[in-house]
């Protein structure tokens, strides 16, 4: 049973324009959520995080939105640069009293195209 | 600093035969976790050690085993390999972990790549 979900194995955008990417989650006990970036052949690298005490995080041209009762959170990446083009991960953790490492999406792989 | 190593980088095995995979961590971090990447699955926690000991522990068969030494270097075993295990495997270190979910930044190595044939 999938508790992080990416209904969206891949995303193609026009460069300049937003990407938004989704990830939906089922366990009521997270409550701190990350987005990571991964290029082939490296390893993720962390890109931005939110924890359920926030409904918005924002760095650079990144943002993270996280709607608590819906169980949903998105990134919004305004404007996608082509350096952007990756697989893209959302990871959620739980309070203090759980979580057996970070639980990750299956990842949605986007494109930005010229 | 130096980031997160993983060796080897690429590894090809047969069925049945046991793997090593070792993972150095960032200077300074203490407890590394381990994640299997598969195109299925996606990324899937298998491992946590911090201190020399496995602190948690993911939905994965016993053949798939760890430990930690106590400059943090880690490795995980694999023994009698099946097809299904090829995957990326990945290491990712933090300082140390924030209660029993480490919500601190994790920061990942390359991975090993294993192929079983």
């Known amino acids: 049973d999938q508790q992080v979900k990416q209904n969206s194995p891949s995303l193609s955008v026009q460069e300049g324009r937003i990407s938004i990417l989704n990830c939906d989650y089922t366990n009521s006990m997270f409550d701190y959520f990350l987005w990571y970036k991964k290029y082939p052949a490296e390893g993720p690298t962390f890109l931005i995080s939110?924890?359920?005490?926030?409904d918005k995080n924002e760095d650079g041209r990144f943002t993270v939105f996280l709607n608590k009762s819906a169980k949903h959170l998105s990134l919004h990446i305004v404007p996608s640069q082509p350096g952007d083009s990756a697989v893209y991960f959302c990871a959620a953790a739980p309070t203090g009293g759980g979580a057996d490492g970070l639980t990750f999406g299956k990842g949605t792989h986007l494109i930005i195209q010229p | 600093k130096a980031g997160v190593t993983q060796t080897p980088r690429y590894l090809i095995k047969t069925r049945g035969q046991q793997v090593t995979l070792s993972c150095s961590p960032i200077?300074?971090?203490?407890?590394v976790s381990w994640y299997q990447q598969t195109p299925g699955q996606g990324l899937q926690f298998l491992f946590e050690?911090?201190?020399?000991?496995?602190?948690n522990k993911g939905n994965f068969p016993g053949r798939f085993s760890g430990r930690q030494f106590s400059n943090s270097r880690s490795e995980m075993n694999v023994s009698t390999l099946e097809l299904g295990d090829s995957a990326l495997y990945l290491c990712a270190s933090v300082t140390q972990p924030s209660g029993r979910g480490s919500t601190d930044t994790q920061y990942f190595g390359p991975g090993t790549r294993l192929t079983v044939l």
């Open positions: 050690y911090f201190s020399e000991t496995q602190r």
């Open positions: 939110i924890s359920s005490i926030k």
């Open positions: 200077s300074g971090h203490r407890s």
